[in-house]
């Protein structure tokens, strides 16, 4: 049996919380601090669609956990795509934002319900909420302890459902490109944005799945190209994966 997420230390970093919810009010800023999940947005919500159930286990709609959502980039884009989303964040000004975007850009007709909360997955899991599908993109290398994290996420999703999870690879050129290159030289993320000792292999990714109860059904690189983001074998910096519940 997989390891119970209930009774543990929370996996929210106050630290963390702190520094993503002083940029809140920049996220949808396209040449701000966040532009490089700006770039790659496209890409991961397109690749998570495409391994997301067709249909959800209690409606038509599939329903959406996007946790960590920040200010909601990756789930007012998956609601585009006729999802019904639920962004929980523990940070209330990155919930704020969201809130006020979507109240400045409405979603266009056709779009699936969206709603946000300010939270944790531990609250969530301790009301035994459950969803056809969870999302957690570039925030379990963010999180006190990633294998309780991977637990909490299966906890999340229905029997049979989907848990997509995108992050960073620790490798040395994941260092060089992800960490030095972004925050100190290219100065693309504010600096502090990452610690690389934090980043997770796929391996370790695999391991947490499994010890919770999770399949792997697909995993793939994302890398920067001239034309945008693309999918890519190379599994050096930036992976998305994605799991099923047994």
């Given at each position: ?88 964040d523990a940070s209330p000004k990155g919930i704020a934002a969201a809130h ?147």
């Open positions: 049996m997989p390891p119970s997420s209930q009774d543990t230390a929370s996996s929210v970093s106050p630290e963390e919380i702190a520094r993503f919810g002083a940029l809140a009010e920049q996220w949808w800023n396209p040449s701000g601090p966040m532009r490089p999940l700006h770039a790659m947005n496209t890409l991961r919500i397109e690749w998570a669609c495409r391994h997301l159930p067709l249909q959800g286990r209690h409606s038509r709609k599939v329903r959406v956990l996007d946790i960590g959502c920040g200010a909601g980039l990756a789930s007012e884009a998956l609601a585009k795509a006729g999802h019904d989303v639920l962004g929980l006020a975007h979507l109240e400045a850009h409405p979603l266009p007709t056709g779009s699936g319900p969206l709603a946000y909360r300010v939270g944790s997955a531990e609250e969530l899991v301790a009301e035994n909420r459950q969803f056809d599908a969870v999302v957690a993109l570039e925030i379990i290398e963010h999180v006190t302890d990633p294998e309780r994290f991977m637990t909490m996420l299966a906890d999340l999703a229905e029997p049979g459902g989907v848990v997509i999870v995108s992050t960073m690879n620790r490798t040395l050129k994941s260092l060089a490109v992800g960490k030095i290159g972004a925050e100190y030289l290219l100065r693309l993320l504010p600096i502090g944005t990452h610690e690389w000792r934090k980043f997770i292999t796929p391996a370790e990714l695999g391991r947490y799945a499994r010890n919770a109860g999770l399949s792997i059904q697909a995993i793939a690189g994302m890398v920067p190209s001239f034309s945008g983001w693309k999918e890519s074998r190379n599994l050096d910096v930036n992976y998305i994966a994605a799991f099923r519940k047994l």
